[in-house]
């Protein structure tokens, strides 16, 4: 079994990536990656992290985080297990020329789109959480596509709750602010449980701030400016599904009333300020799909 290494460093919203073109016969062959490649004879994961970050970037990373272990099973390749970390600060200039790829900084935004292995994304996806060490299991066919994964929690035993991210003070709604609980919620609530903060209009590609939505009596989403925006709403509502299956969380505290969040109540579809009886599109997919969705109206619940 080889053992191997991954960094993602983050500065400003953005990702360091390689474009991995270079190489001869790489298995990650115009996949975009984050920085790493295999621990050598006597190394750890810290030092073989910090060696690959300088000879691939020329960067040193001055802060370093071990965020989980990944282990890469296919018929086709060696098992690998890869020791995951992130990284917000480093000292030196980036390298304008590496053997292995082209270097590039990449919007998050834009990180999902790119070409990349499914399993890459799932823990791409959990990295900007802030949920405690995990261990990932991620089985390819000889095709390299993603068979199954299995993710678990690290000495926690905390349960996972799915939180909407304006909830804990992220400032991602429409108008580019939060609606956070007290401090003292929070404290209760990240107590009890793994707190996986999601987002679904974000993570359905929608920038912050954004022009308001509301779900109009056939189902759609509509922008105030009537431009349609239900894809983007059904695409981020199951990405947070996905975060529920893939962390077994069973329960979810979402925002009232929002087009994503909202349980029983939300705007009517007319801009005016009126309710209706309803679900947001994440709530009602999550709600679908066996999850228990409790509001902040409903913290007593928890
Ligand atoms: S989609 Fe949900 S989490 Fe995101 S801003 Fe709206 S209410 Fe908050």
């Known amino acids: 079994m080889k053992n191997?290494?991954?960094c993602y460093i983050e500065k400003n919203g953005m990702y360091l990536m390689m474009h991995r073109t270079k190489k001869q016969n790489d298995a990650n062959k115009d996949k975009w990656i984050g920085i790493g490649g295999h621990m050598e004879e006597f190394e750890s994961p810290l030092d073989c992290i910090m060696r690959e970050v300088k000879e691939e970037t020329g960067l040193?990373?001055?802060?370093?985080?071990y965020r989980g272990l990944i282990s890469f099973c296919s018929p086709a390749y060696e098992t690998e297990q890869m020791h995951l970390f992130t990284s917000h600060n480093f000292e030196g200039e980036l390298k304008t020329d590496c053997s292995e790829g082209v270097l590039e900084w990449i919007s998050s935004d834009d990180l999902m789109?790119?070409?990349m292995w499914e399993g890459d994304r799932i823990f791409l996806s959990l990295l900007p959480q802030n949920i405690p060490f995990f261990l990932l299991k991620l089985v390819y066919d000889t095709e390299g596509s993603l068979r199954s994964h299995q993710l678990s929690f690290c000495g926690d035993d905390r349960?996972?709750?799915l939180i909407s991210a304006c909830l804990l003070g992220t400032a991602c709604r429409y108008d580019g602010a939060s609606k956070p609980i007290s401090d003292t919620w929070i404290k209760y609530l990240?107590?009890?449980y793994i707190l996986i903060p999601v987002c679904g209009e974000v993570l359905g590609g929608l920038p912050v701030p954004r022009l308001p939505a509301e779900i109009q009596k056939n189902g759609s989403v509509l922008r105030?400016?009537?431009?349609d925006v239900t894809s983007a709403y059904r695409y981020g509502a199951a990405q947070i599904l996905r975060f529920a299956d893939l962390s077994a969380a069973k329960?979810?505290?979402l925002k009232a009333r929002s087009p994503s969040c909202g349980k029983g109540t939300?705007?009517?579809g007319t801009f005016s300020g009126k309710l209706c009886d309803g679900n947001g599109i994440t709530a009602d997919l999550l709600i679908k799909n066996g999850i228990t969705v409790y509001t902040e109206e409903e913290l007593s619940c928890l």
């Open 4 to 6: 191997t290494t991954l």
């Open 113 to 115: 789109a790119l070409p």
């Open 266 to 268: 939300v705007y009517d």
């Open 251 to 253: 329960t979810a505290l």
């Open 224 to 227: 105030c400016d009537g431009c």
């Open 190 to 192: 990240s107590d009890k």
């Open 60 to 65: 040193t990373l001055t802060d370093c985080t």
């Open 159 to 161: 349960k996972p709750l």
